[in-house]
């Protein structure tokens, strides 16, 4: 019995792994900044680049699977990574860190392209509704479980320890696919349109280090407007590409679909204001209220256990709620979330907190599940893979620079220490930026998206080949 369950145990420890580690870093950061005396712009790099990687390359990283293999890539992307988190470990500046963090969110990437085409080649039937069930509940819990076990390590151990613990579950996953995963490709797969790969990942670091720069610098600085100049012109020359490229990561005429329009930016939306704030609050709490890494771990925790109640419950009690609803009510209460805790002032105890964190995470369980189908059903069928891909990379993308909006708007309204009121008003500042965000990605995507009804799927997903080859999950509801 558990030999049949290896090749699925392979695939999620990769994936918990590596959706763990884009915010792992939460609760460490402080520590980090006394060991490497590393500048608030420096803490958003070793938070944002690791997503902004992922982000840039994933799109790109599923084609190349279709192509070489898809074990083989998840191996390779898995040995990165494993390499990463050691160079992570062992880096002795920010500098180092921050460039080891980038190559480690380029290996999640190859990782997180192939798992759920891994667990579909592997399992048939029955087993295999199971098993995209589980890999479906090992990435929810991943995606907030991050906090809670950086702030656990970090105690106990040390910060660099939450990167050396990847090398021991990197060698299981890798042993474990050898032994029990075959490999799967598409012979005739597209070619990988390695020039819009380059374009957006330009597009997307040059607009990360224009927020970031401009922060601390200034919006006029000369370098600051550089960067803008070349994510524009990178972004147009990204758009021509697509326009011109027989295979193109993103079909252009996709984008004449308002519903789909109204989901992509429902993506680039949901991460970023649910979980970008949560750098600036763990530095509250850690140097204004004195918490422990753990301590500050454990007041972030009601969020995603928050997000993880949600989604399990979601897909059984709102089996028929149209998507666009599903989101867009999510949406909104992450804004009322956000909104709640900028009751934040500068005598406030940690638990004024709880209620916009727990609000936050019930809307997140409720957007997450619901955004991929909802892209699925806004696209004709051929193009779900290049849907799917796009969503995932939008929202990786979103927490990335939405990272860097909310450390901008926390830099221009909090100019005092943090042991003074300061500290406070720049949160509040940066709580309702991140609710004005969510709120209006909830309006996007409940006025533009009107998507057609499918049958749903009895075990609440729904798995589907795309034109690679590729298994795309989603959410099954009935109206979507």
């Known amino acids: ?10 695939v999620c420890l990769g994936t918990f792994m590596l959706l763990v580690d884009v ?13 490497l005396d590393v500048s608030f712009g420096g803490l958003q790099w070793v938070m944002n680049v690791y997503a902004l990687a992922l982000a840039s390359l994933l799109m790109g990283a599923g084609a190349v699977a279709d192509r070489i293999g898809r074990r083989r890539l998840y191996l390779i992307g898995t040995a990165v990574f494993a390499l990463a988190s050691l160079a992570c470990a062992l880096a002795g500046n920010p500098e180092l860190l921050i460039i080891a963090r980038a190559v480690q969110g380029s290996g999640a990437a190859a990782m997180f392209a192939t798992t759920v085409a891994l667990v579909n080649s592997s399992y048939q039937g029955r087993d295999r509704s199971v098993a995209l069930g589980v890999w479906a509940a090992v990435s929810g819990a991943a995606s907030g479980i991050g906090p809670i076990l950086g702030g656990l390590i970090t105690e106990q151990a040390g910060w660099r320890w939450i990167f050396l613990v990847n090398l021991p579950v990197s060698a299981v996953a890798i042993a474990m696919t050898l032994r029990s995963v075959h490999d799967s490709r598409d012979t005739s797969a597209r070619p990988v349109d390695l020039p819009g790969v380059a374009l957006f990942a330009v597009a997307a670091a040059a607009l990360t280090y224009g927020l970031t720069r401009g922060a601390e610098d200034g919006w006029t600085d000369a370098v600051t407007m550089g960067a803008f100049a070349a994510a524009v012109a990178a972004l147009a020359a990204f758009a021509v590409v697509q326009l011109r490229s027989a295979h193109p990561l993103l079909d252009v005429e996709l984008l004449r679909q308002r519903a789909f329009v109204g989901v992509l930016i429902a993506s680039l939306t949901l991460s970023g204001a649910a979980f970008a704030s949560l750098l600036l609050t763990s530095l509250w709490l850690q140097t204004v209220l004195d ?49 709640a805790q900028t009751a934040l002032d500068a005598d406030s105890h940690w638990t004024v907190l709880l209620p916009g964190l727990v609000i ?9 599940p619901a955004v991929t189908g909802a892209a699925l059903a806004a696209v004709p069928a051929e193009r779900g893979g290049m849907a799917s891909g796009t969503v995932n990379a939008l929202r990786q993308l979103g927490y990335a620079l939405t990272v ?8 221009a309204t909090s100019t005092d220490t943090p042991t003074h009121p300061g500290f ?9 930026t991140a609710a004005s965000i969510a709120l209006a990605g909830a309006a996007a995507v409940i006025v533009m998206t009107r998507l057609r009804r499918t049958p749903a799927a009895p075990t609440g997903l729904i798995a589907r ?3 690679s080859g590729a298994t795309i999950l989603a959410a099954a509801r009935e109206p979507i």
């Open 291 to 339: 918490l422990s890494a753990m301590a500050a771990g454990l007041v972030i925790l009601p969020l995603p256990a928050a997000v993880f109640i949600t989604s399990l419950l979601g897909g059984r009690l709102l089996h028929r709620v149209p998507a666009r609803w599903a989101i867009g009510i999510g949406l909104a209460l992450i804004g009322i979330g956000g909104l």
């Open 1 to 10: 019995m558990m030999g049949r369950w290896r090749p699925l145990t392979a």
């Open 404 to 411: 860097a909006v909310l450390g901008a708007v926390f830099h």
């Open 424 to 432: 406070a008003a720049g949160l509040d500042a940066v709580y309702s």
């Open 23 to 35: 915010n792992i870093v939460t609760v460490a950061l402080p520590d980090m900044a006394r060991d």
């Open 360 to 368: 936050t995470g019930i809307g997140a369980g409720l957007a997450m």
């Open 465 to 467: 080949v795309d034109e």
